[in-house]
């Protein structure tokens, strides 16, 4: 049973850096493909980044490339969001996402396995 657990949220500035965790569990974590989704109040559900399997891979969404970076660590079974200049439009609850299959491409918009969800609040 895959599970997934997001923390590291909170209440920042605008401008400040805030870093997220997903500690996944249950399967072998160093084949499948990790994304970041964030939904804000009243908004759909939008895709924030992605990382492939080996985390040599990345995509981001247009309104966060060049202020959040994604990255894994196979070791620990864990991916990580760091963001960087935040605004309040990043304000939302942030969810960590993997796939059914191994392998993925970070190109692939969808998921399968989704975490709880971390709140981020950015003050201006």
């Known amino acids: 049973q895959v599970q997934l657990v997001e923390s590291g949220g909170g209440l920042v500035q605008a401008g400040d850096s805030l870093r997220l965790s997903c500690a996944a569990s249950?399967?072998?974590?160093?084949?499948?493909?990790m994304g970041w989704f964030r939904q804000a109040p009243g908004k759909e559900r939008e895709f924030v980044g992605a990382?492939?399997?080996?985390?040599?891979?990345?995509r981001y969404a247009d309104s966060v490339k060049g202020r959040f970076t994604i990255s894994r660590d196979n070791t620990k079974n864990t991916v990580y969001l760091q963001m960087n200049s935040l605004k309040p439009e990043d304000t939302a609850v942030y969810y960590c996402a993997t796939d059914r299959e191994p392998w993925g491409l970070v190109q692939a918009n969808l998921f399968d396995y989704w975490g709880q969800g971390t709140q981020v609040t950015v003050s201006s």
């Open positions: 249950g399967r072998i974590f160093s084949r499948y493909r």
């Open positions: 990382v492939n399997y080996n985390g040599r891979t990345t």
